[in-house]
């Protein structure tokens, strides 16, 4: 028998069934970053200072991003999201993006937190990527899932 | 005015004006990794002998992800992609996808090779996170993106 | 604090956490209207005798969109709606549409029913703007909205 | 009164209120076929051998289409699909697909059973028809349906 | 080598690269039926006399299906459609629909023309199914394909 | 015959034939209003001075959503938009919304823009409706259409 959910005993891709869990409220957390060199972040800030446009699309992006999780998902079951949000901090040589996902569901919530979390990093390099085309997307997991039947899980 | 051609004078998003621009082939190439342990990579290895579900699956995805680039990222442009193709690598400790998006048109197709890449990636780490749930996705980044006014790019 | 439920306190866009609240029968009605050429109308009106596509077609894409809202509105919840209906009324100088939204879930429709209105008014504008391309979209209101803890509310 | 549920009484369609109706499990099983020529099968049958990515890429169609029921037929409700598979057999003369959609909610996934059969099939149609172009799809049809206030139906 | 265009070397499923190929008129003929009891028909019949809002329904369910082709077929190009029609003609035992897709483009719309027939058809289904649940949905086939390099096409 | 060129000869909807007309450089125009409180519009401004998120939002909304038109529109065409723009003006009594869409293509894009321009309302109703229920959207239309063979049109 495969250690992976997804697939039956014969090898073949399907969706699990949920339908026998309980509802309950499960939420998960991602991070991933996004390495850029010093003038590219130095345009992101300046628009930061003007209309701050440049993060408002990636965290918007990253937010609608998760409500589309099941359908860029082959296997994800359509969850109704009872929360998402999309964090950025400035670190020393790029941004790094934090997601939290929330719903009161049957299954958990980890391929949304990590979509926003994809697309809003792939936003910011499209709104930066005529400055510089090199930036490099990395480090993107799960920091931490909870609620359901399985129980806590934290990234060490 | 803005280095980030995604932002007017103003410091407003708004997706580029193209119409001027020729129609030429353009071609793009990118890359990721999602890193895992051993006995992740030994289960989709065995899922490999059986039916391969996991990597098809993968890469269907990440065909279908670079077709809904317009739709996830605010400020692409639709574009009529005229090829895509996802491949995967065993490496040392995970997966390693490459994509290639080609196109007729306007503008370049960079965007729709990461989403590839991003998705493709992202629906491995569904597909086995019932194994690990630590897994990494990682070096995501453009390889090369040819044709068009700007000329040819290769990441060193 | 930002009164905008939907900012949070640093100013950021947010799609705001609903676990908590209860499942219960919510409702939303909406209108609006389109003025139109008495030539414009005389032309529905005969289709109407034939075979009455024009307003089957904009009440398909009103119930349709009702059901894509939260694709389209940023921050909107994706929701399970329950009921959908859009209705056609000629009035003096054009058409007037009324929609209703119904859902067992945990926030309320007002956006399903406003959605619907707007697209189905956009639909009849699109099919005839062949005959006139001045036809002015107005009016655009939620009616009332029931159930959920804020109770009822009703337009004056 | 129509005995066209999605028809009001007036012959106008609408979404049909399920808000009054208890969330219990549902399923639903449904067929279709799609009759080829031998030289067509071999060479499925050949890639079956290899990746087997004809089946596999049907396969993922077909779930997914599932989860886009709502998308496609314009009265049908979003539901929360809880488990969705797809299963093909070679049969003499071309392949059978069965396909299975289960929900814990408020109405039948009869349609969305039926669309995962018609689209997994056509993606069969697809991939092969280079080789031949007069394939043809038939025996679409609902093969049972239990759970729900109307209770079991099974095709004869 | 396979014989399956949408298969690689290797067996993998890709995107075809079209970049090569000319932008000329294409079009695809498709067809396929419902079979229905009288009792169904009448009631469909009867809708006809009144608003008429099963059939328009089912049409315009088919026109946008075929918009959605290559978000439905995992490896269709997207395509700017020129023209989509869908008629029904009432046979002895049930409905006929022909759908007609027309393109201005690199690639055929023979998937289209299919797709739209498909869905157009499952539309009948989901709105008569109160009604009678053994409808059959079969001789779905294309029926003419023409322009592009290969040529003109017929069903015999 | 049919004054409205999306109902055929016999009454019935279809997407018209654009394969013969010619690529040429399209361009629209919409404005919209909605009408606000002062209060409302104080907190809308207040956040100008923080974020500025919620203007962000409802112009990324407009600009998405002139993307989806096709999808929204039973009978428009898919188009590559080449290029749109969402822009806001406070007046005295609420939101001016004034947007643009531009296409190299065979049909014209008013549906865009004023798709666009719908979106971008009822965003900002859904985000400020917290505060105030009786905001109206109002004077949506078309003010110019440039390019393809009918020529320019504005707005009186």
Redesign the interface.
């Known amino acids: 028998m495969?250690?992976?959910?997804?697939?039956?005993g014969?090898?073949?891709?399907?969706?699990?069934?949920?339908?026998g869990k309980a509802d309950t409220?499960r939420e998960a957390r991602a991070e991933?970053k996004i390495t850029m060199a010093m003038e590219t972040m130095e345009?992101?800030k300046?628009?930061m200072l003007?209309?701050?446009?440049?993060l408002?699309?990636a965290?918007?992006?990253g937010?609608?991003?998760a409500?589309?999780t099941?359908?860029?998902?082959?296997?994800?079951?359509?969850?109704?999201?009872?929360?998402?949000?999309?964090?950025f901090t400035f670190v020393d040589d790029g941004i790094r993006v934090e997601t939290l996902a929330?719903?009161?569901?049957?299954t958990g919530v980890?391929?949304e937190a990590?979509?926003a979390t994809?697309?809003a990093l792939?936003?910011i390099?499209?709104?930066?990527?005529?400055?510089q085309?090199?930036?490099?997307?990395?480090?993107?997991?799960?920091l931490s899932?909870t609620g359901g039947k399985s129980g806590e899980?934290w990234?060490?």
Chains 1, 2, 3, 4, 5, 6 share one sequence.
């Open positions: 495969s250690k992976l959910t997804h697939i039956d014969d090898g073949a891709a399907h969706m699990v069934d949920v339908s409220v991933g345009a992101i300046a628009n003007n209309k701050g446009d440049v408002a699309t965290r918007i992006a937010i609608m991003a409500k589309k099941s359908d860029l998902m082959p296997l994800c079951h359509p969850l109704a999201l009872s929360k998402v949000s999309v964090d929330r719903l009161t569901g049957k980890e391929m990590l979509t994809s697309i792939l936003t390099y499209d709104m930066s990527k005529a400055v085309k090199d930036m490099i997307i990395s480090d993107i997991r799960l899932k899980w990234a060490k």
